[in-house]
């Protein structure tokens, strides 16, 4: 596995003797299984000198055999073994373990008791600069499913009209995610009239009225886990001539956003760029996350484009670019599309109308 090759060096070079690696998208970025997140241990091993295994309670090794093929070594457990002591015993005492960043504290504690003299670090430092650059087939997967996600919003007059609830549009939103190609619903924003300042709004039972503006920020998970995430602001009627002023700023904000993506600009300039546009207009305060976060086999990823951030872009990184703004009592709008840095640009993977639409 060549995917393999890379991290066993990439650890390598970062001081780490071994990296475990506990189900979730590392996981699944590294070998494709997509393993239950049980009790039970399940762990990719990957030594920086000597062969990959990976690690299966018994009554899994059927699903990890179907997932994985005969690519790597499969290390059974049964309900009395210790897998922890298991791994301890092939591994000796390594100087430093790199432990996946979500893996749960009791398997890392569990970890720390089984190799004493091992020092844990974060697997992620090695794994997120592997993972933040796609490769042309991850890019298609991503491709796939901003268009899958983009069909969402185009049916939503079915669904958003004056008379109904947050919750009444969610549901339907949630059953055309799962309908136009996602395995998993991941999110379902529907936020109505002064709901549309909060940009985490939780649905709720608000009855939605004429003339209010909505911001529905929607994604899913595909079957090949690459996730999708766009937001659109729709407005039920003809809007309020002051939503439409500030509409019209966010929208020259986040298309100077997308249209700056090269490679070489740093994410704090690209954060900048938009922040600027909604500064000069007078909305500066109201506009209170950052520009956007990479995306590919989790919603939330490196790169972070965050003021404060050096980073340079590199073809090959995909993230969101999502502006806002949030007047608190009245009303809120945010345009999202996820893009990918090309080597002359940047594409955008949602190519709905970025105008506000009037339903
Ligand atoms: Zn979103
Ligand atoms: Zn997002």
Same mark, same amino acid.
């Given at each position: 596995?060549?995917? /393999?090759?890379?991290? +066993? ?16 998208? #590392?996981?699944?970025? /590294? ?9 039970? @241990? ?6 920086? +000198? ?8 018994? @009554? ?25 002591? =298991? $791994? *301890? ?5 390594? *100087? ?17 008791? *089984? ?9 992620? #430092? ?7 650059? =796609? ?13 899958? $996600? ?21 549901? #339907? ?8 190609? !996602? ?17 985490? !709004? ?37 809007? !309020?001539?002051?939503?439409?002023? /500030? ?14 993506? +090269? ?25 209170? !996350? ?11 990823? &490196? ?9 340079? @872009? ?10 806002? $703004? ?28 970025? &105008?506000?639409?009037?339903?």
């Amino acid at each position: 596995m060549e995917l /393999l090759d890379r991290a +066993r060096q990439a650890a390598a070079d970062a001081g780490f003797d071994v990296l475990l690696v506990s189900p979730g998208p #590392d996981l699944r970025y /590294l070998t494709g299984y997509q393993a239950l997140p049980l009790e039970r @241990l399940t762990c990719l091993v990957l030594p920086a +000198r000597g062969e990959a295994f990976m690690v299966v309670p018994l @009554l899994e090794e059927p699903a990890a055999q179907a997932a994985l093929g005969g690519g790597l070594e499969l290390v059974t457990w049964g309900e009395t073994d210790d897998p922890y002591a =298991k $791994i *301890a015993a092939r591994l000796g005492s390594p *100087a430093l373990a790199g432990l996946d960043n979500h893996m749960h504290a009791e398997k890392v504690l569990r970890f720390r008791a *089984a190799l004493p003299g091992t020092e844990q670090g974060l697997a992620g #430092d090695v794994l997120r600069e592997l993972r933040m650059r =796609k490769t042309p087939a991850e890019v298609a997967s991503l491709r796939a499913a901003g268009a899958a $996600i983009d069909r969402v919003h185009r049916r939503m007059a079915e669904w958003l009209r004056p008379g109904r609830t947050e919750h009444d549009v969610a549901r #339907d939103i949630a059953d055309a995610i799962l309908a136009e190609g !996602h395995a998993t619903v991941d999110f379902v924003i529907v936020a109505s009239g002064p709901n549309g300042a909060s940009p985490h !709004h939780e649905v709720s039972g608000r009855v939605i009225e004429a003339g209010e503006p909505v911001v529905v920020d929607i994604g899913g998970t595909m079957p090949d886990g690459y996730c999708s995430d766009s937001t659109r602001t729709y407005s039920l009627g003809e809007p !309020h001539s002051d939503f439409v002023d /500030l509409y019209t700023v966010l929208l020259r904000a986040q298309v100077a956003q997308t249209e700056t993506v +090269r490679p070489g600009i740093t994410a704090q300039e690209l954060d900048g760029v938009g922040r600027g546009v909604i500064a000069a207009a007078g909305y500066g305060e109201y506009f209170v !996350h950052r520009t956007g976060h990479g995306i590919g086999l989790s919603t939330h990823e &490196e790169p972070y484009i965050v003021a404060g951030s050096p980073l340079p @872009l590199e073809a090959g990184m995909a993230f969101s670019i999502e502006p806002g $703004i949030y007047i608190p009592g009245r009303f809120g709008a945010r345009i999202e599309d996820i893009c990918v840095c090309t080597p002359d640009g940047g594409e955008r993977l949602n190519l709905t109308s970025r &105008e506000l639409v009037v339903l």
